[in-house]
């Protein structure tokens, strides 16, 4: 663990500047910048020392950014700079950055935890919850290749519904041949990778059980990665006749037709950071990938995700719904200017969520979740994201 100097609390509006990063810097850069900016710090790494990520128990057990070639490569996360070391908190969220951190769904709707009863959906009153913003988790097991994190939290929901809950997440660093099982293919020399899994769990430990009517809790997990202009999300699902009625492109207005392309089993979104748009996927359609390619720096980073067909996802949007247990399973979103010109980022995200479920007292609930990079020779990455997505790189380059 690495610590330093508690930083002065502040509250502060939702945005942010929009310098907090310009560039992809290297895993030793990030690793003293959060140690010095921050105080509960957890590394785990490989036993060549190449596949290397950072763990932050102040910001909830997050995954803050990893490496696949040691303290000089790449660091994949997007971590914001102006923020962290400010020492703020700012009062509606706190985008600190992470390539993959827990939060808990739906957003928006009747049953919405990040709106108070008769508030707007709108930015102006869209609230995180602290439990899954600005909260320290306790830590346990630390060694080098997994960690354990938790909390106890109590929420309530837009229609007034309390959520008593244990929150657990552990961490585990995964080696070459665990990723490859998961891959199902062998990963060649000339490509460097690192791989980790998440198992989060949610126990209901109120007085009461769960039910539907009441709305439910779903386990949200969310990647923020650097944007560029050479960066895309590909998602591939399965092929449906009228495919629009089971993928959401207008979450935050429709999407502009140059920034999001829907092929036959794929699609893709242009992830630059300069327009704010989000999309998702749901699990009649959805398989249990998605993914993103940078062109720049030949990295391919994917998440892999239970898909349960017949399960309820919760309705994320920001309005009164009609139908708030048909929602996505798969999301990815990239940020852009607000309408006062304010941003949050800029970052973009890849998301995924498990479906919901009527826990009794005492009940778990868990989801697992594995993310992996992959960086080296262009036409080795090529031939695994034609395996494993079905899209050919030289196509989507053009």
């Known amino acids: 663990m690495l610590s330093c100097n508690n930083s002065e609390d502040k509250s502060k509006t ?16 990030d690793r003293e910048f959060l140690k010095n900016h921050t105080k509960n710090i957890i590394e785990l790494q490989s036993a060549d020392s190449n596949a290397k990520i950072l763990l932050s128990a102040d910001y909830q057990g997050r995954v803050m950014t990893s490496t696949a070639t040691g303290d000089s490569g ?14 703020e908190k700012k009062k509606q969220f706190n985008p600190y950055g992470g390539e993959e951190r827990f939060w808990l769904g739906p957003e928006g709707g009747q049953y919405a935890l990040y709106f108070k009863k008769e508030d707007s959906f709108n930015i102006a009153h869209w609230q995180v919850p602290a439990i899954i913003d600005a909260v320290t988790y ?29 929150i657990e997440r552990k961490i585990s660093l995964l080696d070459k041949k665990q990723i490859e099982e998961k891959l199902k293919i062998d990963i060649p020399s000339s490509i460097h990778f690192v791989g980790y899994e998440t198992n989060n769990s949610i126990t209901n430990t109120g007085t009461s059980d769960w039910k539907k009517e009441n709305g439910l809790l779903s386990i949200w997990l969310l990647g923020m990665m650097t944007p560029s202009e050479q960066t895309t999300v590909i998602i591939p699902f399965i092929p449906q006749r009228n495919i629009h009625d ?10 502009p037709a140059d920034r999001l392309q829907i092929k036959d089993s794929v699609l893709f979104l242009k992830c630059d950071g300069k327009s704010r748009g989000k999309i998702g996927l749901s699990p009649v359609i959805a398989k249990s990938i998605a993914a993103s390619y940078d062109f720049k720096n030949n990295v391919l980073s994917m998440i892999f995700f239970p898909v349960d067909r017949n399960g309820s996802y919760v309705n994320s949007k920001w309005e009164l719904q009609k139908q708030p247990f048909k929602g996505d399973v798969v999301n990815s ?16 995200e890849i998301e995924s969520s498990s ?10 609930q ?15 990455l090529n031939n695994i994201a034609k395996q494993l997505l079905g899209v050919d790189l030289n196509e989507l380059k053009k």
């Open 366 to 380: 868990e989801y697992t979740q594995k993310t992996c990079h992959l960086q080296g020779d262009f036409n080795t």
């Open 14 to 29: 939702v945005t942010t500047n929009s310098d907090s990063t310009s560039s992809l810097k290297s895993y030793a850069h």
């Open 246 to 255: 089971y993928i959401t492109d207008n979450y935050f207005g429709q999407i």
């Open 355 to 364: 479906s919901v479920k009527e826990l009794k007292k005492g009940e778990k």
């Open 138 to 166: 306790d830590v346990s097991q630390p060694d080098k290749s997994q960690a354990v994190f938790s909390k106890k939290a109590s929420l309530i929901n837009y229609s007034g519904t309390n959520f008593d809950i244990d």
């Open 333 to 348: 979103y990239n940020d852009g200017p607000l309408q006062d010109g304010t941003q949050l980022g800029p970052f973009y």
């Open 74 to 87: 790449t660091s994949f996360g997007w971590i914001n700079y102006n923020l962290i070391s400010s020492g």
